[in-house]
């Protein structure tokens, strides 16, 4: 009896922890060709993270404290086309172009683009680049902000 107690436990936890990943809201990246086509198509803004994968304190903080809230993630994937560029590779001419219009030097840099590659401000703000962290709170404001106005055009 406590064999099969034990093992409806195990299967319960499992079955929990395993639906948790399963479900649990990711941004959808795409590579900066196929996210600025969908930019366009879709008439959304664009969310240009250029970053590496592990390794950078910043990069990190993001993925753990920020890209893995459930509202951030709703809010990127629906209302903007998020577009990933991996430092740590060696970059396309257009994702060389684009961080070296912004002045990236190579470095940590995140963009929001309105669906034509233009840089948009938030008024409150500014322009979001940084190469530090940044707050789950004040990113959520971020987003809210660039939404409105680039809807407000």
Partial sequence: MKTKILIAIFLILSTNAWAEERYAE???????KEGKERAMAEKKPML??????????????L???????DEIVKKINSDFVPIFIDLSKK??????VL????DFK???LLLFLDYN???IKEPEAGQMCFADKIEP????????GVKNRMFKK
């Fill in 26 to 32: 990711k941004v959808k990246w795409f590579s900066l």
């Fill in 48 to 61: 240009v993270d250029f970053a590496v994968a592990k390794g950078c304190p910043r990069c990190d903080f």
């Fill in 63 to 69: 993925q753990k404290n920020v890209y893995s809230k």
């Fill in 91 to 96: 970059l396309s001419p257009e994702e060389k």
């Fill in 99 to 102: 961080g070296e219009k912004y």
């Fill in 106 to 108: 190579n470095d940590c």
């Fill in 117 to 119: 590659g233009n840089v």
């Fill in 137 to 144: 709170e004040v990113f959520i404001k971020y987003l809210d």
